[in-house]
């Protein structure tokens, strides 16, 4: 009789625990696809200072997605109310080794289960342009003081673009922060005076001395600063990640702590520092990389459309 007892016992205690544990076993792996821009392709694959725009549909719906590439965060956000469609910018700089590597993603849905996901990226080599400029001396080969100098400017601007803000600002695509045509673009190899230099980290535009330079989104202004070789500079986060730069400029009409929006007025062009004359540089750093700013441009106006087209799918949904 004991005997039939305690199997009975054991028997509504496993089926009790089957029960309260039912939920989970119900409960599924999202299903995920990640597509890749430019090419709208499955395989990720982009070049030596190239950003790539990720892509991530689930078949349900997301609480919460973030990623991890070469030990760095990744910031993802969603672009519906429904949590099904998620995006991230990725970019890999101008010196990073090629091949396969993992971008690790996390997953948390609406009932706070977490949901671990990997998938393969690959960085190709590229061949920059090369460009040979003459310069005065003084301002290419420094003096222990004027390299001191410079050293100290690029420390600076490394600290204010490294933190990487979980906070997006921005909206929509990034936007010319000027006019003018391209001068120089971006990773060019440059020799000055026969002497091989760092390549560019930017883009150079043509300017006019004072012409309007504007924000290339919404933004926080994190420095002003007046270096030696890139004059009077400024640098806006973005947000997840991403800053923009705007060096030469002949005058700041914004402070650091400022907030600003796409568009607006941030300084006026000039020649300061190493520049024989007027004109931007204008660098973009995602994720503690310098990046093309050119193909970010892109990217982010087909990321507009794409974002556009959820929305107005999400609108539809809701109208009776």
Same mark, same amino acid.
């Given at each position: 009789?004991?005997?039939?007892?305690?199997?009975?016992?054991?028997?509504?205690?496993?089926?009790?625990?089957?029960?309260?544990?039912?939920?989970?076993?119900?409960?599924?792996?999202?299903?995920?696809? !990640?597509?890749?821009?430019?090419?709208?392709?499955?395989?990720?694959?982009?070049?030596?200072?190239?950003?790539?725009? !990720?892509?991530?549909?689930?078949?349900?719906?997301?609480?919460?997605?973030?990623?991890?590439?070469?030990?760095?965060?990744?910031?993802?956000?969603?672009?519906?109310?429904?949590?099904?469609?998620? *995006?991230?910018?990725?970019?890999?700089? !101008?010196?990073?080794?090629?091949?396969?590597?993992?971008?690790?993603?996390?997953?948390?849905?609406?009932?706070?289960?977490?949901?671990?996901?990997?998938?393969?990226?690959?960085?190709?080599?590229?061949? =920059?342009?090369?460009?040979?400029?003459?310069?005065?001396?003084?301002?290419?080969?420094?003096?222990?003081?004027?390299?001191?100098?410079? /050293?100290?400017?690029?420390?600076?601007?490394?600290?204010?673009?490294?933190?990487? *803000?979980?906070?997006?600002?921005?909206?929509?695509?990034?936007?010319?922060?000027?006019?003018?045509?391209?001068?120089?673009?971006?990773?060019?190899?440059?020799?000055?005076?026969?002497? $091989?230099?760092?390549?560019?980290?930017?883009?150079?535009?043509?300017?006019?001395?004072?012409? /309007?330079?504007?924000?290339?989104?919404?933004?926080?202004?994190?420095?002003?600063?007046?270096? =030696?070789?890139?004059?009077?500079?400024?640098?806006?986060?973005?947000?997840?990640?991403?800053?923009?730069? =705007?060096?030469?400029?002949?005058?700041?009409?914004?402070? $650091?702590?400022?907030?600003?929006?796409?568009?607006?007025?941030?300084?006026?062009?000039?020649?300061?520092?190493?520049?024989?004359?007027?004109?931007?540089?204008?660098?973009?750093?995602? *994720?503690?990389?310098?990046?093309?700013?050119?193909?970010?441009?892109?990217?982010?106006?087909?990321?507009?459309?794409?974002?556009?087209?959820?929305?107005?799918?999400?609108?539809?949904?809701?109208?009776?």
């Amino acid at each position: 009789m004991r005997k039939n007892w305690e199997i009975k016992s054991l028997f509504i205690i496993i089926f009790y625990g089957l029960w309260f544990l039912l939920p989970e076993l119900l409960l599924s792996e999202p299903e995920i696809e !990640l597509k890749c821009f430019p090419g709208n392709s499955r395989k990720c694959s982009f070049a030596q200072g190239e950003v790539c725009l !990720l892509l991530l549909s689930s078949n349900q719906a997301l609480k919460s997605v973030s990623g991890e590439l070469w030990d760095k965060p990744v910031v993802f956000w969603g672009l519906e109310p429904e949590g099904k469609l998620w *995006n991230a910018f990725i970019g890999s700089n !101008l010196k990073q080794r090629t091949g396969k590597y993992w971008i690790k993603i996390k997953m948390i849905d609406e009932n706070e289960q977490v949901f671990d996901w990997k998938s393969p990226v690959w960085v190709q080599t590229k061949t =920059y342009p090369v460009q040979r400029l003459t310069m005065p001396k003084e301002r290419v080969e420094f003096p222990p003081g004027v390299l001191e100098q410079v /050293l100290k400017d690029n420390q600076t601007i490394t600290e204010s673009t490294s933190p990487i *803000n979980p906070t997006c600002y921005w909206q929509g695509k990034f936007e010319k922060p000027i006019l003018g045509e391209l001068t120089s673009p971006f990773g060019a190899k440059r020799i000055i005076n026969d002497i $091989p230099k760092s390549p560019n980290y930017g883009i150079d535009l043509a300017a006019e001395l004072g012409e /309007l330079v504007r924000a290339t989104n919404n933004g926080k202004v994190v420095l002003a600063y007046d270096g =030696y070789l890139i004059g009077k500079s400024l640098v806006i986060d973005h947000g997840g990640g991403l800053y923009s730069f =705007y060096c030469h400029l002949s005058e700041f009409l914004v402070a $650091p702590g400022q907030m600003v929006s796409k568009g607006e007025g941030i300084g006026l062009a000039g020649a300061t520092g190493s520049a024989t004359g007027p004109h931007l540089h204008f660098g973009i750093k995602l *994720n503690q990389n310098w990046v093309d700013p050119v193909l970010l441009m892109e990217l982010s106006q087909m990321l507009e459309q794409i974002t556009g087209q959820a929305q107005q799918g999400q609108t539809k949904k809701e109208t009776p």
